[in-house]
């Protein structure tokens, strides 16, 4: 598929309408970090998607008035957000061509606290991308809930890359790999028939290490990723670990899941101090959790690791296999102390 299959009906009537949808977020077991022009990933990705880190938006579009966007978050206005959705909405025209053809007042909240520094860009876009398929039915007609879910991916991607990940449950892979019909312009689920039922039932517990704003954007991150030395081995080694992801996860194979999932987290942030300038999104805490783990693992041998996004919190996976509850204490007892203030949030995967 190209570009073009997404170009929207030149034929639409627009009517004032209010949209609500709700979008959940996303955590990558291997991390998308590096794009092209128009949110072309570098390499592919592939991720779980959460099940109580969410975005609930309503859109309410007034039409025939002069284009704006107003936007809310948790009650409060947020100017910066609302320039941000007015330069994506004029990026997306082509796509959706009734879209600057009135007033937005977009009205927004996360589940998970908005300090947290849990990313709400991926649960935010794909809120946001949800509510435009919607109003996009009633003004050009409807389409298939395939494609209009695709559409919403392709959208989702355009906002903020990661998001188009989010508008699918389970495991999801965005990127042209060896996952079949995997593209670089919109996510796909992964075969659910392929994926060990060990996966399937699987707990995320953000450990909130360092809340707040992060020092360097996601989006400066990427752009180092331009001209950091390690950066085409990085792609290349990505894509690579699209073939023992497949054995991995069709075999249940946990022992080498373990492995290659914190391999990609600390890859990640290996880029970020190799990059010129280097920076260091890991706390002390995010140190400490990732040290007890390990030596928690080598005493145990129970399932426990973790994984990492652009920031300092720590995502500590496990899966319900009856090991959980000593899991679930030793986190509880020893982990959450490295916590800013206590803070968790409790996630499991959603299938
Ligand atoms: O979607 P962005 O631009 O916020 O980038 C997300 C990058 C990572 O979270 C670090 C990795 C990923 O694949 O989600």
Redesign the pocket.
């Known amino acids: 598929m190209t570009a073009q299959e997404f170009l929207g009906k030149e034929e639409f009537t627009i009517q004032n309408q209010t949209v609500s949808e709700s979008c959940p977020s996303?955590?990558?077991l291997?991390?998308?970090?590096g794009?092209y022009e128009n949110q072309i990933p570098a390499n592919p990705?592939i991720?779980f998607t959460l099940n109580h880190c969410k975005t609930n938006t309503t859109v309410e579009f007034f039409a025939d008035e002069v284009f704006s966007v107003q936007t809310f978050l948790a009650g409060k206005e947020e100017v910066k957000f609302a320039e941000k959705i007015e330069k994506y909405f004029r990026n997306i025209e082509q796509y959706l061509p009734w879209i600057l053809k009135g007033k937005y007042v977009i009205k927004t909240e996360n589940t998970f606290p908005h300090s947290s520094g849990i990313?709400s860009?991926?649960s935010g876009f794909g809120a946001i991308a949800k509510c435009l398929m919607k109003l996009d039915e009633t003004f050009s007609g409807k389409t298939s809930e395939e494609e209009s879910l695709r559409k919403a991916s392709f959208l989702a991607r355009l906002g903020?890359?990661?998001?188009c990940?989010s508008l699918y449950n389970g495991l999801v892979v965005?990127g042209e790999s060896q996952v079949r019909g995997s593209s670089d312009l919109f996510a796909v689920q992964y075969p659910n028939d392929e994926i060990h039922n060990v996966f399937k039932n699987f707990n995320d517990w953000v450990l909130l290490i360092h809340e707040g704003q992060k020092s360097v954007s996601?989006?400066v991150?990427?752009g180092l990723m331009n001209t950091n030395p390690y950066a085409d081995r990085r792609f290349q080694e990505a894509r690579e670990n699209f073939g023992p992801m497949k054995d991995i996860l069709a075999t249940g194979d946990m022992q080498r899941f373990i492995k290659l999932v914190e391999h990609e987290a600390l890859t990640?942030h290996a880029m970020m101090m190799m990059s010129d300038p280097a920076f260091i999104l890991m706390k002390t805490g995010t140190m400490e959790v990732i040290n007890k783990i390990w030596d928690f693992r080598r005493e145990t041998g129970l399932p426990l690791f973790f994984t990492?996004?652009?920031g300092a919190n720590v995502h500590v996976l496990f899966p319900n296999d009856g090991s959980e509850e000593k899991i679930k204490s030793f986190i509880e007892a020893e982990l959450l102390q490295h916590t800013q203030n206590n803070g968790v949030v409790k996630d499991v995967m959603k299938f």
């Open positions: 996303n955590i990558a291997i991390k998308y970090w794009k990705s991720s990313a860009s991926a903020s890359g990661s998001a990940r965005w996601s989006t991150g990427h990640l990492l996004d652009a």
